[in-house]
């Protein structure tokens, strides 16, 4: 099977002047396939939502390719470009508070993907934006209120709605679930389960919860100052973490039984991150690391298999460590 999304050494710095760059991502490669959910985890600051946003031209890319459906896309997305992709890539924003907009009621802001095709009248447009409004668990009458007087499920709802009434292929979900209380959470995350389903969605998926992430996703890849260090499919990677990064990230994680949680002992990162505007020559993580060997911290070890077993085309289990050397 041929990749929807194909990330060729992806490259995206900011310049903050005296000619210094932030390494947001730094040449970063992997492959999504059609109907595959993968989730993408790390640290704030590790540069995930730049990739995401890179993927679907809301940053231009520094160096690097990306391909969909086999056609290559531009390196700076225009006014066009963005037209011919909105139908076939789209994005729900992490917060949504801020990615509504306030002066707009509920149906225009679904509608307004809609009205930029010029093929469908304006009773389709309207019909479009019921079906998806009792899609995502809302009522016709809502389509006349503004963001402002709805909570922050709903809100979540009305940007999943946004996003998905053009039936795109390819979605990228910026951390969709991270400004909701927990029982929101799990709405919202089984809503975007059985629309992938019933869809045949593609998702990036980009979360701080890695039960979540494994809840949802085929595969799960984390990332680390701008690279990924661990791809796999999800239960591997969440029950048999490779890398020492990955490893702590899971202990991190907090158990569902509150006294284990109690019992359990701290599981903390030791060390600062280093800089991205200073990236530090080697593994990245290797000044946090507490199997840091001499090496570690001159030589950048590459994304490489580690298991011999035979593994479908599409679910390698890579890892950039030395202790796989």
Request: aromatic share 6%; with cysteine.
């Amino acid at each position: 099977m041929k990749p929807l999304v194909e990330i060729t050494n992806l490259v995206k710095y900011f310049d903050i002047g005296s000619n210094q760059r932030v390494h947001a991502v730094d040449d970063v490669s992997f492959s999504i396939y059609p109907k595959e959910v993968v989730g993408l985890v790390g640290e704030s600051g590790s540069g995930k939502s730049t990739l995401g946003k890179t993927l679907l031209g809301l940053h231009d890319k520094t160096s690097g390719s990306i391909s969909f459906a086999g056609k290559q896309l531009p390196q700076r997305y225009q006014a066009k470009d963005f037209r011919a992709m909105a139908p076939k890539m789209q994005m729900i924003f992490q917060d949504p508070y801020s990615s509504l907009n306030p002066r707009m009621t509920v149906g225009e802001i679904i509608a307004e993907g809609l009205r930029l095709q010029p093929e469908l009248s304006t009773s389709d447009v309207q019909e479009r934006v019921l079906h998806w409004l009792s899609l995502v668990g809302l009522s016709p009458v809502h389509q006349s209120r503004y963001p402002h007087e709805f909570s922050g499920g709903q809100r979540q709802r009305i940007g999943i709605a946004r996003a998905l009434i053009l039936q795109p292929e390819f979605v990228v979900c910026d951390e969709p679930i991270s400004a909701l209380d927990v029982s929101v959470q799990a709405q919202v995350v089984n809503l975007l389960g059985e629309l992938t389903q019933d869809l045949g969605l593609t998702l990036l998926f980009i979360a701080h919860d890695l039960s979540m992430v494994r809840y949802i996703s085929d595969r799960m890849a984390v990332m680390y100052l701008g690279a990924l260090v661990e791809v796999g499919s999800s239960s591997e990677v969440f029950f048999d973490p490779k890398h020492p990064y990955t490893e702590t990230l899971i202990a991190s994680n907090p158990e569902a039984d509150p006294e284990h949680e109690r019992r359990r002992p701290s599981t903390t990162i030791q060390g600062e991150i280093p800089s991205p505007v200073n990236v530090p020559a080697g593994c990245r993580f290797a000044n946090r690391c507490p199997q840091a060997m001499a090496h570690c911290s001159s030589i950048t070890p590459p994304l490489k298999p580690v298991s011999s077993e035979p593994q479908a085309a599409k679910t390698p289990r890579l890892v950039a460590c030395h202790l796989y050397d």
